[in-house]
């Protein structure tokens, strides 16, 4: 099991930019994979990019393609979410999430499938 813990939401204008932190603590290795969720009220949680620690492959949702970059620090055990050109859709609570499996690459766009959760970091874009 590892620990998450997020920071770095807060209030910004349409067209800003704003980068999430995810820092982990515990025993992770390269089969993790690190993801960003979001929730905006009423909406279920949907996945907004991933990476694999072990070679660093992403994905992004569609809705955030070309404007959300995924990275990973191995050196400071940090995840990042540097978001740019924020829309006012992207109003949300962020989670960090990781999970991993034994010898497989772990990808999955279901939060359910992710075991360990930063508490959540509010991002509100003013329009």
């Known amino acids: 099991q590892v620990q998450l813990v997020d920071s770095g939401g807060g209030l910004v204008q349409a067209g800003d930019s704003l980068t999430l932190s995810c820092a982990v603590s515990?025993?992770?290795?390269?089969?993790?994979?690190m993801a960003w969720f979001r929730q905006a009220p009423g909406k279920e949680r949907e996945i907004v990019a991933d990476?694999?620690?072990?070679?660093?492959?992403?994905s992004y949702a569609e809705s955030v393609r070309g404007r959300f970059s995924i990275s990973w620090d191995d050196a400071k055990k940090t995840g990042y979410l540097q978001m740019n050109g924020l829309e006012s859709d992207d109003t949300a609570v962020y989670y960090c999430?990781?999970?991993?499996?034994?010898?497989?690459?772990?990808?999955?766009?279901?939060?359910?499938?992710?075991?360990?959760w930063g508490q959540g970091t509010q991002v509100t874009v003013s329009s």
């Open positions: 990476i694999t620690l072990s070679d660093s492959r992403t």
């Open positions: 515990g025993r992770i290795d390269n089969w993790y994979t």
């Open positions: 999430a990781a999970e991993r499996r034994d010898s497989v690459t772990f990808r999955s766009p279901s939060p359910f499938e992710y075991s360990n």
